[in-house]
């Protein structure tokens, strides 16, 4: 039986022409879903009924968590640790292909689209690249063999029934402020979006709930309420980032895997970052081959903890610190390892 997704409202005017004075990646504008109210691109509306009725399958294995959150470093580590550390063949094949992600065709605008294909004239493959990533991945997804890689970035109540399915899940979550950087950058660097404001107004969408997949805290809250569920690893970007041969055993128990410790010395030095930011595997290179990404687009960045200091302004930094205290009131959730001190701009 088919289910009906949330119901969805058009943004505010106000603020959706805001949004496309800044966000030239999107042409019609925004919608707010369901009770919780998630943003989306107003392609969404069109694809939705195919997302809330994907179906997982108990031998899947996904990734999940906000954007920017250290997903893509995170999908590699749990690609490799349920293929026997198969590094050959993660050295040959586009981790977009490996581990294929859900929604990204709700960025694709028909328009910008357009434009992708004109822009790549000549070249076929690009041309056919840029159609097919405008296409729901719920269709590539459904045709492929089990076992499946799914990276998403949806909350989980937009996945409906995925936690009682008995496919293994990982969420990684990371501490908003250096979230926001990195999804800042990402925003600038690839043309789907296309942002051109500065930080301080990203970070006022950011805030309230104005870019893509937000809320960011509800989104967090849903997969921390949830941590326990023995299909659900709930991890920190931090975590990683402070040891993560530790993170990486913790995975790899979770996902039923046992391997040496020469076997774990391996793959952390083969996902250090200094090694994964230049892997042509992991960082997009074929969408900016295409000119999806920017030639000064950086879809792998600095992959580290902290960086906000050098960013935030202190007014920004005071905002900043009301907010996560005021939405961390009342829970248990705290990030380890994350250096709340004042910004490097403040001293």
Not at 11 to 30: H, I, M, P, Q, W
Not at 188 to 193: D, E, L, S, V, Y
Not at 248 to 275: M, P, R, S
Not at 277 to 291: A, H, R
């Amino acid at each position: 039986m088919s289910l009906e997704p949330p119901k969805y409202e058009l943004l505010n005017k106000e603020d959706t022409a805001k949004l496309l004075s800044v966000f030239k990646g999107e042409r019609t504008g925004y919608v707010l879903v369901g009770p919780k109210k998630w943003f989306f691109p107003f392609k969404y509306t069109e694809q939705a009924k195919g997302f809330y009725n994907f179906k997982a399958r108990p031998d899947d294995t996904w990734v999940v968590s906000y954007p920017r959150s250290g997903t893509t470093w995170t999908q590699e580590l749990v690609w490799l640790l349920s293929n026997n550390l198969d590094f050959e063949r993660a050295k040959k094949e586009l981790l977009t292909d490996r581990f294929p992600f859900l929604e990204f065709s709700i960025f694709h605008h028909p328009e910008v689209t357009r434009e992708f294909v004109e822009m790549n004239e000549g070249d076929k493959c690009k041309q056919e690249l840029c159609k097919c990533l405008s296409l729901p991945g719920y269709e590539m997804l459904e045709k492929l063999p089990s076992p499946r890689f799914v990276k998403t970035h949806f909350p989980f109540s937009l996945l409906p029934g995925i936690l009682d399915t008995g496919c293994k899940i990982v969420y990684v979550a990371r501490n908003p402020k250096d979230v926001s950087i990195s999804w800042y950058h990402l925003n600038r660097g690839i043309k789907t979006q296309a942002y051109e404001g500065d930080f301080a107004q990203f970070w006022d969408f950011f805030q309230n709930n104005l870019t893509s997949w937000s809320p960011y805290w509800e989104h967090l809250k849903e997969a921390w309420a949830v941590r326990d569920h023995p299909n659900l690893l709930f991890m920190f970007y931090e975590e990683m980032q402070h040891d993560f041969t530790k993170a990486a055993k913790k995975v790899a128990k979770f996902l039923g895997k046992t391997y040496t410790d020469k076997q774990i010395e391996e793959l952390t030095e083969y996902l250090n970052f200094k090694n994964f930011k230049n892997n042509p595997m992991v960082n997009s290179i074929v969408l900016k081959d295409c000119g999806i990404i920017t030639e000064d687009g950086i879809f792998i960045r600095k992959g580290q903890s902290g960086g906000w200091k050098d960013v935030f302004t202190p007014e920004l930094n005071e905002k900043a610190d009301k907010w996560i205290e005021e939405n961390l009131k009342g829970t248990d959730l705290t990030f380890p390892f994350f250096d709340n001190n004042i910004c490097n701009k403040c001293n």
